[in-house]
């Protein structure tokens, strides 16, 4: 199975999709959807199918740079960033939370940075989530 609940590559996701997959964290990324549109007009969001092991994605981006990506899956989703060195930094001398900051410093380094996964828990990630965009997106 995909990474992502949506796995048919025929089939983009539609908000209906998402709201049946994601049952009551489905607010939670209506509300990072809403911040992201409201604070951040300039970041697009668009669906593109990875791969067959990845499945959909929600990319986030400006002009051509990718910020993150959003992977929903069955009743959750997670939100996958790459950080630069730079970025690193700034993480560091953030006010996040001890469990954001943890998943972020225990992300694996590659080629084009930090790479990691957050786990989307509940309203209390969206300001943290935020953060972190906006930390990626000024880096």
């Avoid at 995909?2 to 049952?23: C, H, N, R």
């Avoid at 669906?47 to 092991?53: L, V």
């Avoid at 899956?73 to 954001?100: N, T």
């Avoid at 309203?123 to 930390?135: A, N, S």
Wanted: contains cysteine.
């Amino acid at each position: 199975m995909a990474t992502s609940i949506f796995d048919d590559s025929a089939i983009t996701p539609t908000d209906e999709m998402v709201s049946d997959a994601l049952a009551e964290k489905k607010h939670v990324w209506d509300m990072i959807m809403t911040n992201v549109s409201k604070n951040f007009p300039d970041i697009e969001c668009n669906w593109k199918f990875a791969n067959k092991k990845a499945g959909w994605v929600l990319i986030f981006s400006q002009k051509k740079r990718t910020l993150f990506y959003f992977i929903p899956r069955s009743g959750d989703f997670r939100i996958a960033l790459v950080f630069s060195d730079k970025a690193m930094k700034s993480i560091e001398q953030a006010s996040l939370p001890g469990h954001i900051k943890e998943m972020i410093s225990a992300a694996t380094t590659c080629a084009s940075g930090h790479s990691c996964f957050i786990d989307i828990k509940d309203e209390g990630d969206v300001e943290p989530i935020l953060t972190l965009l906006k930390i990626k997106r000024d880096s």
